[in-house]
């Protein structure tokens, strides 16, 4: 299974950026998907999550700025970022979690990353 997230690239502050990832290969089926950051120096943290029926849940950070939706149907998770500010400049990451198979264990997948830099 790959996850690849593509959409990051520079931004002036008030700016807006889409980010997007698709899930590829042997899967049954995906509950939640998601996206993390991490900045220079920082661990990695949440940005948004979403079920697979629909339900968000945003870091402080980002609530009313960004906004998580997902197409179960092509398994793509996107993230539409406005407004943005210097502090929100970081690598993007991914996340899904898949079961590959019918009655298989559902394991945590990660995306390489995609930055994110806002700056005038």
């Known amino acids: 299974v790959q996850l690849q997230a593509c959409g990051g690239g520079l931004v002036q502050p008030g700016g807006s950026l889409r980010l997007s990832c698709a899930a590829s290969g042997s899967i049954f089926s995906i509950t939640d998907m998601g996206w993390y950051r991490q900045a220079p120096g920082k661990q990695r943290g949440l940005v948004a999550t979403?079920?697979?029926?629909?339900?968000?849940n945003y870091a402080d950070s980002v609530r009313g700025r960004f906004t998580i939706s997902r197409n179960n149907a092509n398994n793509t998770v996107y993230l539409q970022m406005n407004n943005l500010k210097p502090e929100d400049t970081a690598v993007y990451y991914c996340n899904a979690v898949i079961a590959y198979y019918r009655g298989g264990f559902f394991n945590n997948d990660w995306g390489e990353g995609t930055l994110v830099t806002v700056s005038s």
């Open positions: 979403i079920t697979s029926g629909g339900s968000t």
